[in-house]
């Protein structure tokens, strides 16, 4: 497993663009596929984008053109780029990780909250 740590959330106005980061520890991060979800209060966690090792995203309707996901393995790091962002987008988010092809996310990190005003 890998070790993750959030950071770069904070309080933007609507319209405003964030940069979140994952530092992950471990020699072996540029094998994980990795995911960055989101939850809001009295809501389900939510996927919003994922890499795969070699660089191969996807993104949740939510994030769609608004929202870039992207890694450098050389420094054990994936960002997600917010851009336009709105008061929906509210919330606790979290980095995760899952080893090579597996579907199940082993590692996830404390999470950093973003709040968006109207």
């Known amino acids: 497993q890998v070790q993750l740590v959030e950071s770069g959330g904070g309080m933007v106005q609507a319209g405003g663009s964030l940069r979140l980061s994952c530092a992950a520890s471990?020699?072996?991060?540029?094998?994980?596929?990795m995911g960055w979800f989101r939850q809001a209060p009295g809501k389900e966690r939510e996927l919003i984008a994922t890499i795969t090792w070699s660089g191969i995203t996807y993104y949740a309707n939510s994030a769609k053109g608004r929202f870039t996901i992207s890694r450098d393995n050389a420094k054990n790091t994936v960002y997600l780029e917010m851009n336009n962002l709105k008061p929906e987008d509210t919330a606790l988010y979290y980095c995760a990780a899952a080893p090579g092809i597996s579907t199940s996310w082993s590692s996830w990190g404390q999470g950093t909250q973003v709040t968006v005003s109207s």
């Open positions: 471990g020699r072996t991060f540029s094998s994980y596929r």
